[in-house]
């Protein structure tokens, strides 16, 4: 009897699904590509055939320009050579998905990159049950606790009011990260304009124009230290720290990332208030998870997988870690 999953085929460059000739995620052009989510490290330019959400699809259209796309729904069925597949939500960013691929009996889950809090701003993640669930750990470690969402929300507006002469500037990864950051601002009330650095406006307009509003939103552009006094101001990382931040009021540098929750690099970025918001399942919504998915195999991406393996294996639970190169959502 083959291996399990002897079907799919990782290599460096992405996940190759043989019965089906078409890569998932991969980081090269391939001439048929089924897309997870729209983020960089995930979704890339110059494929041929792209299967993804319409959502997806519209991201990478935004990014790469127009795309050969067969955009499909959450939860509908599609042929791919020989194997069936379908797109479930991953409450990862607007859009993103989780991959169920069905053969010979065997259902393998690619699961992209995914979180199991609550978002605002995209559809809740599903688990399903599989043979074989491929999971990332960008947080991969039992230090990776991710605190309460809403309480960092409101740490940030309790440092916004305190000083209505300056403004709070937060860095926030252009795409699902700053849209997140806004929607969890409007549920707790913050109903002012927030600015936004001239990088954010078209995936901010695309959230709107697929459904997520996000009240009012101006661009700093134009606009005097004066008008920008009290309020958020919302910028890639990359801005926090460069000129274009010197025409804010004396801004308080704040960034909304998982990763602020190690003080060596939220000082490397000069960071005063760092905001523990990560896109991604913290480590116990990854252990959660491979419990509810109950597989017979974990294949771990996105580094740090020395711990979940050692978790995995405990529990009975084949684990393998894929080397896949260029995953790393450096600024969530
Ligand atoms: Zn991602
Ligand atoms: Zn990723």
């Known amino acids: 009897m083959p291996r399990l999953g002897s079907w799919i085929e990782p290599s460096p460059e992405g996940i190759f699904v043989r019965p089906a000739d078409a890569w998932v995620d991969p980081s090269e052009p391939k001439a048929r590509a089924l897309i997870t989510h729209g983020h960089a490290d995930h979704a890339r330019g110059g494929h041929g055939?792209?299967?993804?959400?319409?959502?997806?699809?519209?991201?990478?259209?935004?990014?790469?320009?127009?795309?050969?796309?067969h955009p499909v729904a959450y939860d509908e069925s599609f042929r791919v050579g020989e194997v069936e597949a379908r797109f479930v939500p991953a409450g990862h960013v607007l859009g993103s998905a989780q991959i169920v691929l069905e053969h010979k009996g065997e259902r393998v889950v690619v699961s992209g990159d995914y979180k199991r809090r609550p978002d605002p701003t995209c559809a809740p993640f599903v688990p399903v049950p599989c043979d074989i669930f491929i999971t990332e750990a960008t947080f991969g470690l039992p230090v990776f606790r991710h605190p309460d969402t809403g309480a960092e929300i409101d740490r940030l507006l309790h440092r916004l009011h305190a000083d209505p002469s300056r403004c709070v500037l937060v860095g926030a990864y252009a795409l699902g990260k700053a849209q997140r950051v806004i929607s969890e601002l409007r549920a707790r009330g913050h109903h002012e304009p927030i600015y936004y650095h001239g990088a954010m406006e078209r995936l901010c307009t695309l959230y709107e124009e697929l459904g997520v509003p996000l009240g009012e939103l101006r661009h700093c552009a134009g606009a005097t230290k004066a008008e920008i006094a009290g309020h958020i101001v919302i910028c890639p990382p990359g801005a926090l720290n460069d000129r274009w931040s010197r025409r804010l009021p004396d801004p308080?540098?704040?960034?909304?990332?998982?990763?602020?929750?190690?003080?060596?690099?939220?000082?490397?970025?000069?960071?005063?208030?760092?905001?523990?918001?990560?896109?991604?399942?913290?480590?116990?919504?990854?252990?959660?998870?491979?419990?509810?998915?109950?597989?017979?195999?974990?294949?771990?991406?996105?580094?740090?997988?020395?711990?979940?393996?050692?978790?995995?294996?405990?529990?009975?639970?084949?684990?393998?870690?894929l080397n896949l190169v260029g995953y790393e959502d450096e600024d969530d």
Request: aromatic fraction near 6%; charge should be negative; charged fraction near 25%.
């Open 49 to 69: 055939e792209v299967w993804a959400t319409p959502e997806t699809l519209a991201i990478m259209g935004v990014r790469y320009g127009e795309q050969t796309g």
């Open 252 to 321: 308080v540098t704040a960034m909304a990332s998982g990763w602020m929750r190690i003080r060596q690099r939220a000082r490397q970025r000069n960071v005063e208030l760092p905001l523990v918001i990560s896109d991604h399942a913290d480590w116990d919504e990854l252990t959660q998870t491979i419990r509810e998915v109950a597989p017979k195999e974990v294949w771990i991406t996105h580094g740090r997988e020395d711990a979940l393996m050692h978790w995995c294996m405990t529990r009975q639970i084949k684990a393998r870690e």
